[in-house]
T-cell receptor, first 111, second 117 residues
Framework: DQQVKQNSPSLSVQEGRISILNCDYT??????FLWYKKYPAEGPTFLIS?????DKNEDGRFTVFLNKSAKHLSLHIVPSQPGDSAVYFC??????????FGKGTKLSVKP | NAGVMQNPRHLVRRRGQEARLRCSPM?????VYWYRQLPEEGLKFMVY????????ESGMPKERFSAEFPKEGPSILRIQQVVRGDSAAYFC???????????????FGPGTRLTVL
């Protein structure tokens, strides 16, 4: 029973265009959401987070949108760069402190 | 400021042996989390510890797995009598606080890749 779902295992985007990574969740009790980026053989690196009381958070080229009624969030990267190629994990957190991760989306940004 | 450190990076064990994975959190962080990632899967929460206390072990298998975070020294994830299904990447994360939930950003170590022969 997956509480956090990333339904696209992979995404390919041209350099300079927008990358949109999607994430759905089932538990309305989650308090905050995070996006992590992971390169092979490395640990996940924190990218950006959003509290459940907000609907948008922006940090440079990265913007996360939260639609609570649809239980959906998305990460926008614009403009996309080849160095953004990695696996992106969506994660949700609640009062217990642990994070629940999706299975990840592999982003490939082609020059 | 060093990040989260894990060692060893790679660990090979034969079935029935014990595996010990170590994690040193970031300086100033008192909350440690262990996650396991199987191939083609996301990270699965195992256990959440503060110094000398286990806060949440709901993701830990009931047998063979244990974790500690002593007053001094790193956090240890211990797997006794390993089986092939234990082969995975084990990630440790730390956070400054678990109480202020919005700022509970968890920073991950590079992981330990356990291979059971």
């Amino acid at each position: 029973d997956q509480q956090v779902k990333q339904n696209s295992p992979s995404l390919s985007v041209q350099e300079g265009r927008i990358s949109i990574l999607n994430c759905d969740y089932t538990n309305s009790m989650f308090d905050y959401f995070l996006w992590y980026k992971k390169y092979p053989a490395e640990g996940p690196t924190f990218l950006i987070s959003i509290s459940s009381i907000k609907d948008k958070n922006e940090d440079g080229r990265f913007t996360v949108f939260l639609n609570k009624s649809a239980k959906h969030l998305s990460l926008h990267i614009v403009p996309s760069q080849p160095g953004d190629s990695a696996v992106y994990f969506c994660a949700a957190g609640g009062s217990q402190g642990n994070l629940i991760f999706g299975k990840g989306t592999k982003l490939s940004v082609k020059p | 400021n060093a990040g989260v450190m894990q060692n060893p990076r790679h660990l090979v064990r034969r079935r029935g042996q014990e595996a010990r994975l170590r994690c040193s959190p970031m300086k100033g962080h008192s909350h440690v989390y262990w996650y396991r990632q199987l191939p083609e899967e996301g990270l699965k929460f195992m256990v959440y510890l503060q110094k000398e206390n286990i806060i949440d072990e709901s993701g830990m298998p009931k047998e063979r797995f244990s974790a500690e975070f002593p007053k001094e020294g790193p956090s240890i994830l211990r797997i006794q009598q390993v089986v092939r299904g234990d082969s995975a990447a084990y990630f440790c994360a730390s956070s400054r606080t678990g109480l202020d939930r919005f700022y509970n950003e968890q920073f991950f170590g590079p992981g330990t890749r356990l291979t059971v022969l």
